[in-house]
């Protein structure tokens, strides 16, 4: 009896587990959908917001700067590349919707070469140097630097050049309406900036959606059975 009891426990814990995981598939099912359908309300009004700053730089600055015609439409490296991976610890499906890719946006990959080359290691090097030899810290008694300040030194650096180098490439990428150009314009590069990472986020999120729909599918198909 006891036995028998053990069994219909287990049987019914079984079952039960079962049916909380169906729920919790549905439960990110519907939560995927609401988050894309956002973050689709919200790439449309950033593309509308850059648009309409691109309208105000032309008429502020005349149609002939403002064209496509400026540009020399010869090769040039990308400053801006899109990167496709499977996610991590997802075991092969037969099944292609079942299939989880990740979208990775890699923004001006140029500032990620400059902070590798040598002369960047170098400039951290030389201001490492300059801090530990500093007076305040000869007057401390010491004339070493902790390795928490050298990594902080180092981030903050690092952070501060690749920001420099992203202002460089977008000025670059500028540079073929002239010199001066309108705020206005600079607003408008940023605006399609931020579609282009919010289109990314899509693309991620379709595919969270999609992979969690053949799951709740596959469910209903196999309870029907």
Known sequence: MEEEQNRSESSENGVRKEE???EEKLLRLLDSTDDYLTLCDSLSSTLRQGWFELASARHSMGSSRVTSTLFDHKLHPAATTLRVARVHDESP???PMLEQPHFKLLKWASSHDEMSSPSAKQMVGD???RKSNSPQLRRRG???VSEADKEQLASNMS?????DQVEKERSKSLSVFGTLVSPKL???QVS???ALETLVKVANMRSLLLSTYAEVKNDVNSTKE
């Open 127 to 129: 201001e490492l140097d």
């Open 93 to 95: 499906s037969t099944d």
């Open 20 to 22: 909380q995981e169906k």
């Open 159 to 163: 952070s501060l050049s690749v920001d």
């Open 192 to 194: 399609f900036e931020t």
């Open 142 to 144: 010491t004339t070493q």
């Open 186 to 188: 600079r607003s408008a």
